[in-house]
């Protein structure tokens, strides 16, 4: 039987934090002149405690809505039942979810007419879970996309509603694909929206959305400090990937022993190429014969274009290699 059409208009609610989610959700805010929708609330994470001087970490969330006066509420847990009371009472036709951080339990979906619908950094179902733009650059891969799934309560476990697909630059970090990636987002969710508009109701164990291949699942833990170091044994593509995808945050590094009888410096890689040549595991760590930075590798060597110095500014490789008066054949790099 064919699907009782809905009204033309929609009621949303919106559940973001971070900057992945904000083209998306300018584009909805956009088209609801022409379009007769309503954004009902904006749900953002609450502001952590203040550690710094610094002050609080951004939302682009909440500075988004703020700065179009919608409405903001930031409760402890979306999942509480005086949340999930006031949830209900907003009478949303859908939930539109995208870098929140929290998990919405099945209580909370049941709170708008069509459930939710979430816009995920990577080709599902590979990846699933905090850090997927990250994780594809890490894994090597040559390219990623986005998916919006329509929301179960299994993480990222929906089915499939619509997605792109994008390369990934050679040169290209994490932080940068991340941008890439959310602008790509706003027409995969505008095209979920697009077809569940056109549905009363819907179950998550119907026919609307491709299921996602049980056997093809990977997950995407966040990343931690420890990942960053840079094992020179590795390829040099490997080490370049590490470079990109730990970028912005926790950053690559490494431990140098530039001093004799000093403990060694940590130093942050922020930029690097390859050069493949016969490997000889010996050279690892150590410095090459070449005009720049050069650290022997699993299979080659790696040059080291951008770099820090705990404690000091960025500067080039070519400028560290002379400060600190490195030599081809130098044994450098201290792996813990």
């Known amino acids: 039987m064919e699907p009782r059409r809905m009204a033309d208009s929609l009621r949303y609610v919106l559940m973001g934090t971070g900057p992945f989610a904000v083209p998306s959700f300018e584009a909805i805010r956009q088209q609801l002149d022409s379009t007769g929708d309503e954004i009902a609330r904006v749900f953002v994470r609450p502001l952590p405690p203040v550690k710094s001087r610094g002050g609080p970490p951004p939302q682009p969330v909440r500075e988004w809505a703020e700065t179009h006066g919608l409405p903001v509420d930031a409760p402890a847990s979306i999942n509480d039942p005086e949340t999930i009371a006031g ?23 049941q709170s708008a007419r069509l459930g939710g619908i979430n816009l995920h950094g990577s080709l599902l179902p590979a990846y699933r879970g905090a850090a997927p733009v990250q ?7 040559r390219e990623t996309g986005v998916s919006v799934i329509h929301m179960t309560p299994r993480l990222d476990g929906g089915p499939i509603v619509a997605s792109r697909t994008t390369p990934i630059r050679d040169d290209e970090t994490s932080g940068e694909l ?56 590795a390829t040099g593509r490997e080490i370049d990937c590490l470079v990109r995808g730990m970028q912005p945050w926790p950053v690559a590094f490494t431990h140098a022993a530039v001093k004799e009888n000093k403990p060694p410096l940590r130093v942050a890689i922020r930029e690097v190429r390859t050069e493949i040549s016969a490997a000889d595991p010996a050279n690892v760590g150590r410095v090459m014969e070449h005009e720049g930075l ?9 040059i080291i274009e951008r770099l820090q110095p705990a404690g000091k500014k960025e500067m ?3 400028d560290f290699k002379r400060g600190h008066r490195l030599t081809a054949g130098q044994p450098l790099i201290v792996q813990a």
């Open 87 to 109: 949830l209900s009472e907003l009478n949303a036709d859908l939930l539109v979810v995208c870098d929140y951080g929290q998990i919405l339990k099945p209580v909370a979906l």
């Open 135 to 141: 994780r594809a650059l890490l894994s090597g891969d």
């Open 178 to 233: 991340e941008v890439r990636l959310s602008d790509i987002g706003v027409d995969a969710t505008l095209e979920a929206i697009a077809l569940l508009r056109t549905i009363e109701s819907f179950d998550t164990h119907g026919t609307l959305g491709q299921p996602q291949d049980p056997a093809k699942v990977s997950k995407a833990p966040r990343l931690s400090k420890a990942e960053a170091q840079i094992d020179w044994s």
């Open 294 to 302: 050069a650290i022997g590798c699993g299979d080659g060597q790696v």
């Open 316 to 318: 080039s490789g070519l």
